[in-house]
């Protein structure tokens, strides 16, 4: 089985550099567009999951990063009052994974992997027939990697958890971190050139593509500060 998997942080909808509105519904519309088989995707806001899967019409495993004490579509209508000021402090944050309708979730599962008083951070992990595919968004502190480091070797543990003999691991997501930065990973795929990557073991994996700015721009900017990555395994 071949599949196209991507990964992208969403920025929260908004575009780069920020202005007053929110685009969310362009980007899920887009990063959908042509029909991958699973999307990874990083700071989604609360009040959007509600719509992706209308949006995309794809299956939608979704967890809770930072949760918001109201209702979601009321941080979601203060927040696109004036996106680029009030960011995600009232709309909250979500890791979500999106799968084309023909594949079977067979389990799902997510976990914490940031430590102390820093925001939390999650690593989400659905597994398919042959696969399990695990969704992070790590700590970025610009001058301690190590922190990013380590989140992404309990994120590994924990989908490692889920993998049975014959499965291969995705491992994808907002690693915030480069490559001279990554901890050691033996018997995956090569990084990106970036801080967000897909990693494959146990599969045959192609290049991974990193899209060019023209692929997300639209009239009022560039849809996200992050360039959606994607690569075909299988």
């Given at each position: 089985m071949s599949l196209l998997i991507r990964s992208w942080n969403l920025h929260h909808g908004m575009t780069s550099p920020n202005n007053r509105h929110n685009y969310l519904e362009q980007e899920i519309?887009?990063?959908?567009s042509d029909h991958p088989d699973v999307v990874c995707l990083q700071e989604l806001p609360l009040w959007g999951?509600?719509?992706?899967?209308?949006?995309?019409?794809?299956?939608?495993?979704?967890?809770?990063?930072r949760r918001i004490w109201?209702?979601?579509?009321?941080?979601?209508?203060?927040?696109r009052l004036?996106?680029?000021?009030?960011?995600?402090?009232?709309?909250?944050q979500a890791n979500a994974i999106l799968l084309d309708r023909r594949l079977q979730p067979l389990e799902q599962r997510w976990t914490v992997i940031s430590r102390g008083r820093r925001e939390r951070r999650t690593c989400q992990a659905v597994r398919l027939q042959g696969m399990v595919i695990a969704n992070l968004h790590a700590s970025g502190v610009a001058d301690h990697p190590e922190v990013g480091a380590a989140e992404a070797l309990r994120a590994l543990a924990f989908a490692e958890s889920l993998v049975q003999p014959g499965d291969a691991l995705v491992f994808a997501g907002d690693f915030n971190l480069f490559a001279r930065n990554l901890p050691k990973l033996p018997d995956f795929s090569p990084p990106g050139p970036g801080i967000d990557h897909i990693f494959v073991r146990g599969a045959k994996a192609g290049a991974l593509d990193v899209w060019p700015e023209a692929h997300r721009t639209i009239t009022a900017g560039v849809l996200s500060d992050h360039a959606p990555v994607e690569l075909r395994v299988g």
């Open positions: 519309r887009l990063i959908s999951r509600r719509h992706l899967e209308g949006w995309s019409e794809m299956k939608l495993i979704w967890n809770s990063a109201f209702p979601p579509r009321f941080g979601g209508w203060i927040t004036n996106q680029g000021f009030f960011r995600s402090a009232f709309s909250g």
